[in-house]
């Protein structure tokens, strides 16, 4: 059984740019949620996809959006970078049955 | 937004001392996860806990999920050395959607 891969693992951006991360999913499972994870805090909550639709989002602005992919893949886009974008970013896949989540290695994206 | 309180932020330990951390929540959770964090890599799920008195153990630790559903712990007995990292209580409330609310953390450390 795999486990959940991300890519890439660090990235630096410029104010204003656009981001596209990936992840692929924990092989058997159904849900891909993404996290923002702030230097010091536990991780939040920025959105859930399942059956390729979104499945619930946390408090955070259009610009960030997504998209999860016939093969359990997904992608995070972010807009219009701001230097507070700056932080961890993690993917977790579960079953949307037990709840639970498995977490990737997470992309670190700077923006200067 | 709905928030985990974790206590303590911070503890030192010596090899062989036992370690306790726990959550509490305002609302009532349906499922409660604990995870180890290490510098720079994403949560590694250790428990999983579906319902109120739950007990359950991996290896050297012991989590509970509290019988009015507001609260968790986890014990960690005869530490060693790989122990130290950040762990994190997460849980999912009824009105998440998916959504894995987080504390902020205990951090463990080697005392001097």
Known sequence: ETGVTQSPTHLIKTRGQQVTLRCSSQSGHNTVSWYQQALGQGPQFIFQYYREEENGRGNFPPRFSGLQFPNYSSELNVNALELDDSALYLCASGDRVSDTQYFGPGTRLTVL | ?112
């Open chain 2, 1 to 112: 937004g709905q928030q985990l309180n974790q206590s303590p932020q911070s503890m030192f330990i010596q090899e062989g001392e036992d370690v306790s951390m726990n959550c509490t929540s305002s609302s009532i959770f349906n499922t409660w996860l604990w995870y180890k964090q290490d510098p720079g890599e994403g949560p590694v799920l250790l428990i999983a806990l579906y319902k109120a008195g739950e007990l359950t153990s991996n290896g050297r630790l012991t989590a509970q999920f509290g019988i009015t559903r507001k609260d968790s712990f986890l014990n960690i007995s005869a530490s060693i050395p790989s122990d130290v990292g950040i762990y994190f209580c997460a849980g999912h409330y009824g009105g998440s959607q998916g959504n894995l609310i987080f504390g902020k953390g205990t951090k463990l450390s080697v005392k001097p």
